[in-house]
């Protein structure tokens, strides 16, 4: 199974700022199936991104990923207050499906 | 609209079983997979496996064979997780999430959640 380790556990920064997330695979993701959703207290997760750097339908620009192989980063460039969540990769290329342990982005 | 509908919260006893149902509408149903994730308390997200609704073949996380179930009623649209020999671990809610149209798709759209309790 591929084990996804995301870095920081908690981040937290301030309105306007660029936030960057890392998620670190165990081993090579097939076929850059790399996703990255977002979740809210007391709500389902929301695709935000998949394919490594595909924004999914209605995720504004400031959202992006990026990577290849091991090494992805998933970056929110000016940051809102709304943008305060956990975040968490997932690989869906090879079975099981598996997530990170995911992020949590604090807005000050 | 894509919508999955779940059934509602649930509280077992140890060593019982659960049904947690999951209604899909508003597009074919037959034509996406779908996933069952769940959630411990203050935990991440759990994949335990995924069915396709046309024939009903499953792929189960290695963790949960044995005691997952998932069946399709394409009469419905309804998709159910059976969980068996339920431990105070299994407490969590339990997600249903629509796929895509092959297995190694991100899922893009997600059921409300369902809590189970398992509480002697």
């Known amino acids: 199974e591929i084990v996804l380790t995301q870095s920081p556990g908690t981040l937290s920064l301030s309105p306007g700022e660029r936030a960057t997330l890392s998620c670190r695979a165990s081993q090579n993701i097939h076929s850059n199936y790399l996703a990255w959703y977002q979740q809210k207290p007391g709500q389902a997760p929301r695709l935000l991104i998949y394919g490594v750097s595909t924004r999914a339908t209605g995720i504004p620009d400031r959202f992006s990923g990026g990577g290849s192989g091991t090494d992805f980063t998933f970056i929110i460039s000016r940051l809102e207050p709304e943008d305060s969540a956990v975040y968490y990769c997932e690989q869906y290329g090879q079975s099981p499906n598996t997530f990170g342990q995911g992020t949590k982005l604090e807005i000050k | 609209q894509v919508q999955l509908a779940q059934s509602g919260a649930e509280v077992k006893k140890p060593g019982a079983s659960v049904r947690v149902s999951c209604k899909a509408s508003?597009?074919?149903?037959?034509?996406?997979?779908i996933h069952w994730v769940r959630q411990g308390p203050g935990q991440g997200l759990e994949w335990m496996g995924v069915i396709n609704p046309s024939g009903g073949s499953t792929d189960l996380a290695q963790s949960f064979r044995g005691r997952v179930t998932m069946i399709s009623d394409t009469s419905t649209g309804t998709v159910y997780m059976d969980l068996s020999g339920l431990t105070f671990e299994d407490t969590a809610v339990y997600f249903c999430?629509?796929?895509?149209?092959?297995?190694?798709?991100?899922?893009?759209?997600w059921g409300q959640g369902t809590l189970v309790t398992v509480s002697s």
């Open positions: 508003g597009y074919m149903f037959v034509s996406y997979y």
């Open positions: 999430a629509r796929g895509g149209q092959w297995i190694q798709s991100p899922v893009d759209y």
